[in-house]
C-alpha cells in the first residue's frame, strides 16, 4: 500500500470544525480578555470561551473513549491544535492544558477513576484540569539518582496522603477564581518513610489526583497562589506560583504509586511533545500568511511589488519551507505514536524531535518575518511582535529543549540497542 499523505474523511471533517471553530470563537475572546491589563484577569476573562468549547464538545473531545470521552487519534489533536493556534493561541493554550491535565488518566486512568473525570464529560461549565509537575527550582535534575528529587511531597498516614510543596508553571492549576482547579494531577515525592542516600529519585515519584472539592475540604489556608506571574506572550493563560499545605486527600486518589509516578509524567510529556510541535506549525502558519499579505499590499514606495525583492522572496520562502517540514514531521512524530513501528523509545524519540525542531524553527519564522516586513511590524497594530512573543515560550516550556528535551533524546542515542531509524522503517534486524 503507497504512502498516502491525505487527510482522511474524519480528519479533513476536524480540521474544518476546528478552522471554523478558532475564527467564530477563539479570535474574539482576544477582544475580550485585552480589555484588561493583568494576565489574571485576563484569564478570567476567558471563561465564557472556553465554556463554550465545553458545549461544543472540545473538553470531552480530551478524554480517552475508553473512560467515557470521544478522543480521536493524536494526528486529530494535532490538526485541531494547529488550526487554533494559528489564530488565538493564548485562549487555545487553556484549552488544550486541561487536555495535558487530563493526559495521565487517559494513560494509567481505570473505571474507578470515572468520579476524577465526571465534569469533563458532562459538556457543561468550564472544568479546569492541570497536570502539576514544574516546581520554583526547576525540575530538569530532579530524576538524577542521588538528588532530592521533587521538593512538593506526600506522606502517608492511615488511608490519607498528605501534600506540602510549591508548583510553579503549571496552566489551569489555581482554577478560574485561583482556590484550585477541578482536578490536578499532582507530581511528588513519597516521603512516609527516609530515603536511603544516592537512591534514585523515581523509586517515590507518584501522581496524586486532588479535586477542588478535597481543598475545599481541606480548608482556606490549604492551596495558596503565591504569585501570578506576566509573561510576554499567552497573556490569558494561568500557571501561577502555588503552594500545597497539609492538604489531605483519600488514598483512592493515588494514580500512579510511588515508583510509577515519573513514568507516567514523562508518558504524558511525551503525548503533549507532538502537540507542542503543532502549536509550533500553527504560529509560523500564521507568520507566514501575515507576511504574504503585507507583501501584496506593500511595495515601500518601491518600483515592484515586495515579493519582486529576493531578499523579500528568500525570507517568505524560508518560512514556507520550514511550516511544510515542520508539519510533516508533527503528523509523522503523531501516527509514530500510536502505531509505530518500532518499540515505545523509537517512537518517542520522534515525539521529542517534533518538540524540539517545531518550536525552534517557530521561532526563528516570527523573527524572519519580521525581519521581512521590517519597521512596520514593529507596530503593535501588526500581529509580529504577538506572535513572536507567543512562539518564544515553545523551546522552553513543556520541558525545555536544551535542559529536558534534548537530553531526553541524548539518553535514547546513548542505549546500547539504540535503534536510529525503527520509527521509520521499523526494527533493525541483528546481524
Request: net charge negative; aromatic share 8%.
Amino acid at each position: 500500500m503507497p504512502i498516502d499523505f491525505h487527510l482522511s474523511l474524519s480528519e479533513a471533517g476536524i480540521r474544518t470544525a476546528a478552522a471554523g471553530f478558532a475564527q467564530q470563537v477563539l479570535k474574539p475572546s482576544r477582544a475580550e480578555y485585552l480589555k484588561y491589563n493583568q494576565s489574571h484577569e485576563r484569564f478570567q476573562a476567558t471563561q465564557p470561551t472556553y465554556a463554550a468549547a465545553t458545549k461544543g464538545g472540545l473538553i470531552k473531545g480530551q478524554v480517552s473513549p475508553r473512560l467515557g470521552g470521544s478522543g480521536g487519534s493524536l494526528i486529530e489533536a494535532a490538526i485541531m491544535v494547529e488550526e487554533c493556534y494559528a489564530v488565538e493561541p493564548s485562549t487555545a493554550l487553556t484549552i488544550f492544558a486541561t487536555g495535558l491535565g487530563l493526559t495521565p488518566l487517559n494513560i494509567a486512568g481505570k473505571p474507578e477513576h470515572a468520579e476524577f473525570l465526571a465534569p469533563f464529560l458532562s459538556g457543561e461549565g468550564a472544568p479546569l484540569a492541570s497536570l502539576v509537575f514544574s516546581e520554583p527550582g526547576g525540575v530538569a535534575n530532579a530524576w538524577e539518582k542521588g538528588a532530592p528529587g521533587l521538593q512538593t511531597t506526600a506522606r502517608r498516614e492511615g488511608d490519607e496522603w498528605i501534600i506540602n510543596g510549591e508548583k510553579k508553571w503549571a496552566t489551569n492549576c489555581a482554577g478560574w477564581d485561583f482556590k484550585g482547579c477541578d482536578l490536578a494531577c499532582v507530581v511528588c515525592r513519597d516521603v512516609t518513610e527516609p530515603a536511603e542516600p544516592g537512591s534514585d529519585p523515581k523509586d517515590r515519584a507518584m501522581v496524586i489526583l486532588v479535586t477542588r472539592a478535597d481543598l475545599d475540604r481541606n480548608g482556606p489556608d490549604a492551596f495558596r497562589v503565591l504569585r501570578h506571574i506576566p509573561t510576554p506572550g499567552h497573556t490569558s493563560v494561568s500557571g501561577p506560583h502555588v503552594r500545597y499545605t497539609n492538604v489531605r486527600v483519600p488514598a483512592k486518589n493515588v494514580l500512579s504509586p510511588p515508583g510509577q509516578g515519573a513514568q507516567l509524567a514523562l508518558a504524558s510529556f511525551d503525548a503533549s511533545a507532538v502537540l507542542v510541535g503543532a502549536m509550533g506549525v500553527g504560529l509560523m502558519r500564521a507568520a507566514f500568511d501575515a507576511a504574504l499579505d503585507f507583501a501584496k499590499r506593500d511595495n515601500r514606495n518601491g518600483a515592484v511589488p515586495l515579493l519582486g525583492r529576493q531578499a523579500f522572496a528568500d525570507l517568505l520562502s524560508g518560512i514556507k519551507m520550514q511550516t511544510e517540514a515542520s508539519r510533516a514531521l508533527t503528523w509523522k512524530a503523531a501516527h509514530a505514536m500510536e502505531n509505530g513501528p518500532g518499540d515505545y523509545d523509537a517512537r518517542r524519540e520522534l515525539a521529542l524531535a517534533a518538540k524540539v525542531y517545531c518550536s525552534d524553527a517557530a521561532v526563528k519564522a516570527c523573527t524572519d518575518a519580521i525581519n521581512a516586513v521590517g519597521i512596520t511590524a514593529y507596530d503593535s497594530d501588526q500581529p509580529f511582535a504577538e506572535l513572536l512573543n507567543n512562539a518564544m515560550v515553545l523551546p522552553i516550556f513543556d520541558g525545555g529543549n536544551v535542559g529536558i528535551r534534548r537530553r531526553h533524546m541524548q539518553e535514547l542515542m546513548l542505549s546500547p540497542d539504540y535503534d536510529a531509524w525503527a520509527s521509520t522503517y521499523g526494527p533493525t534486524e541483528k546481524r
